[in-house]
T-cell receptor, first 115, second 115 residues
Framework: GAVVSQHPSRVICKSGTSVKIECRSLDFQATTMFWYRQFPKQSLMLMATSNEGSKATYEQGVEKDKFLINHASLTLSTLTVTSAHPEDSSFYICSATDRGWETQYFGPGTRLLVL | GNSVTQMEGPVTLSEEAFLTINCTYT??????LFWYVQYPGEGLQLLLK?????DKGSNKGFEATYRKETTSFHLEKGSVQVSDSAVYFCALSANSGGSNYKLTFGKGTLLTVNP
């Protein structure tokens, strides 16, 4: 149980294009999903928290218009990197919890490379 | 604010050696504590957790005890295997308001086990 998937697992795009990453909870209803960014050999940096049906809460320093988050259903949240630039290249990981409980279950991550 | 400090790696061991990865934390209130493991190119997997003082989390031969008096949650394994090679993250969970819990991560410790 508690499986979270992400799609795509890897994406390469040109600078200036937008990229959408999906995060799905496969066997539970995720009232809360989190989006993280991880740079090589570093820890995870929380970008935003999203509750189903509400606007996402962004961490300080994360651009809301750059990283659009939608949590339209209890099993799906999407992160759209708008007008991507090479500095947005990173490993993006989502996690999900049920009813705001403490244990977060993580997706396998999406590696984004912007050329 | 909350913080997690874990021993910096990399840690290199021979198979069947004893493993300890130190983790200490600073938090207000009574956080829950977690160890997550990340294999190369993958997302994070929950390894074990403890939700209150003196609790011991255990899984796959790994264990860690929630020590409130020393604010520690050290990870141990009696006999490591090559397949344990990964990055290990210590984390704490604290209520961020409402029903959401945010994870605060340590920087991660890379473990390499040689045959």
């Amino acid at each position: 149980g508690a499986v979270v998937s992400q799609h795509p697992s890897r994406v390469i795009c040109k600078s200036g294009t937008s990229v959408k990453i999906e995060c799905r909870s496969l066997d539970f209803q995720a009232t809360t999903m989190f989006w993280y960014r991880q740079f090589p050999k570093q820890s995870l940096m929380l970008m935003a928290t999203s509750n189903e049906g509400s606007k996402a809460t962004y961490e300080q320093g994360v651009e809301k218009d750059k990283f659009l988050i939608n949590h339209a259903s209890l099993t799906l949240s999407t992160l759209t990197v708008t007008s991507a630039h090479p500095e947005d290249s990173s490993f993006y990981i989502c996690s999900a919890t049920d009813r705001g409980w403490e244990t977060q279950y993580f997706g396998p991550g999406t590696r984004l490379l912007v050329l | 604010g909350n913080s997690v400090t874990q021993m910096e790696g990399p840690v290199t061991l021979s198979e069947e050696a004893f493993l300890t990865i130190n983790c200490t934390y600073t938090a207000t209130g009574y956080p829950s504590l977690f160890w997550y493991v990340q294999y190369p190119g993958e997302g994070l997997q929950l390894l074990l957790k403890a939700t209150k003082a003196d609790d011991k989390g255990s899984n796959k031969g790994f264990e860690a005890t929630y020590r409130k008096e020393t604010t520690s949650f050290h990870l141990e394994k009696g006999s490591v295997q090559v397949s344990d090679s990964a990055v290990y993250f210590c984390a704490l969970s604290a209520n961020s308001g409402g029903s959401n819990y945010k994870l605060t991560f340590g920087k991660g410790t890379l473990l390499t086990v040689n045959p």
